[in-house]
């Protein structure tokens, strides 16, 4: 990709170099010089002007006023004359992005034809691969007796032509979270502990306290009549037990032994 801009530093419009070229050829001086760089950013991106004279400097640069006016002023500070012509002071060094433009144009190309003789081998390769010659079976040998050609068994047994099936990878072990004992009859993961973190808060603990209590008391034949989600199965009995004790009037938790009675006053389990 060609590059399409020149890099100015911030330094640039304060330098005494700039400053004194202003002063010797105006405004106009510092634009021509931009000017300048322009042209050996599309035209020289090594900074070097082959084959220049003075007055094709200033063409370059655009420069109307007196001539070797602005040659002269550039000369030594921002253009410096070597065997090969004149070159722009220091253009690798602020200029080095445009400088190596052609080398990295040149990488690019390289590697793109790097890259489409990989392609086109990997695909000979797949073809190669891919299509398997056909097996040619071993031919059932004869041998005549009393002029009539009969077949022999085989000495040995040949090999299947078609190969066995891959067996399947063993399946994967299910992960199962540990659990924490947080009381006698209360083992969570961290998971379920941190849901029921968030929706009790700083209840949490009591709320523990309160389950591990009815868990304890509660018959064999009930516990196996609730289902696991105890979460949602006591959230309303916890509740009711939580507004008494804050409000300092102890009630008996609502368990009736008629189980038919019980989940048509509180809507099933």
């Known amino acids: 990709m060609a590059v399409d801009d020149i890099r100015i530093k911030f330094s640039f419009f304060d330098h005494l170099k700039t400053k004194r070229l202003i002063r010797q050829c105006g405004i106009e001086g510092a634009w021509c010089l931009l000017m300048l760089w322009r042209y050996a950013g599309m035209n020289c991106t090594k900074g070097l002007l082959k084959g220049f004279s003075p007055s094709d400097i200033e063409d370059a640069a655009g420069w109307t006023g007196l001539p070797n006016q602005l040659y002269d002023a550039l000369n030594g500070s921002f253009i410096d004359l070597c065997s090969d012509g004149y070159y722009l002071h220091d253009w690798e060094e602020h200029q080095g992005y445009l400088f190596y433009s052609q080398e990295r144009s040149e990488q690019a190309r390289e590697a793109g034809r790097a890259s489409a003789i990989a392609r086109k081998k990997g695909k000979k390769?797949?073809?190669?691969?891919?299509?398997?010659?056909?097996?040619?079976?071993?031919?059932?040998?004869?041998?005549?007796?009393?002029?009539?050609?009969?077949?022999?068994?085989?000495?040995?047994?040949?090999?299947?032509?078609?190969?066995?099936?891959?067996?399947?990878?063993?399946?994967?072990?299910?992960?199962?979270?540990?659990?924490?004992?947080?009381?006698?009859?209360?083992?969570?993961?961290?998971?379920?502990y941190q849901k029921l973190k968030t929706r009790y808060n700083s209840n949490l603990d009591r709320v523990l306290e309160i389950y591990d209590a009815w868990k304890t008391n509660t018959s064999e034949k009930k516990r196996n009549d609730i289902k696991s989600d105890y979460k949602s199965m006591l959230a309303t009995w916890v509740k009711e037990k939580l507004d008494q004790e804050i409000k300092m009037k102890p009630k008996q938790p609502i368990i009736d032994s008629n189980p038919d009675k019980f989940k048509k006053e509180h809507g099933g389990w």
């Open 125 to 192: 390769t797949k073809k190669l691969t891919g299509s398997q010659p056909p097996v040619e079976l071993p031919v059932e040998p004869t041998v005549e007796l009393n002029g009539n050609e009969q077949s022999t068994p085989y000495p040995y047994p040949y090999p299947s032509p078609i190969p066995s099936p891959i067996p399947n990878p063993l399946p994967k072990e299910k992960h199962i979270p540990e659990k924490t004992k947080y009381l006698d009859t209360v083992f969570l993961t961290d998971n379920e």
